[in-house]
């Protein structure tokens, strides 16, 4: 069974910075994509970044510059460093992962920035 345990979530000033980490369990096979989303209250979730097998990467325009992900496929982790955050990046966020054909996600962690 494929699950997806994420840690690093919290509490941040403006200009501060965070580090989520997403480990994923049950798996045998490569994972396809491995990506982070986020959901604020009220809004619709959403794409933050995504990294390929092969290590490419999308990132939504709006944390393009201050978040990197990054994955461990030895480890099957998958890591979002998110620097210069701002009040706007408060959400839940959301591990995913494409694995044989279909998608798994995390149960969340919460981030909260704020002064």
């Known amino acids: 069974q494929v699950q997806l345990v994420e840690s690093g979530g919290g509490l941040v000033q403006p200009g501060g910075s965070l580090r989520l980490s997403c480990a994923a369990s049950?798996?045998?096979?490569?994972?396809?994509?491995m990506g982070w989303y986020r959901q604020a209250p009220g809004k619709q979730r959403e794409l933050v970044a995504v990294t390929s097998r092969s290590g490419s990467t999308n990132y939504a325009d709006s944390v393009k510059g201050r978040f990197t992900i990054s994955r461990d496929n030895t480890k099957k982790l998958v890591l979002l460093q998110m620097n210069s955050l701002k009040p706007e990046d408060t959400a839940v966020y959301y591990c995913?992962?494409?694995?044989?054909?279909?998608?798994?996600w995390g149960q969340g962690t919460q981030v909260t920035v704020s002064s």
């Open positions: 049950g798996i045998i096979f490569s994972i396809d994509t």
């Open positions: 995913n992962i494409q694995y044989q054909f279909r998608g798994y």
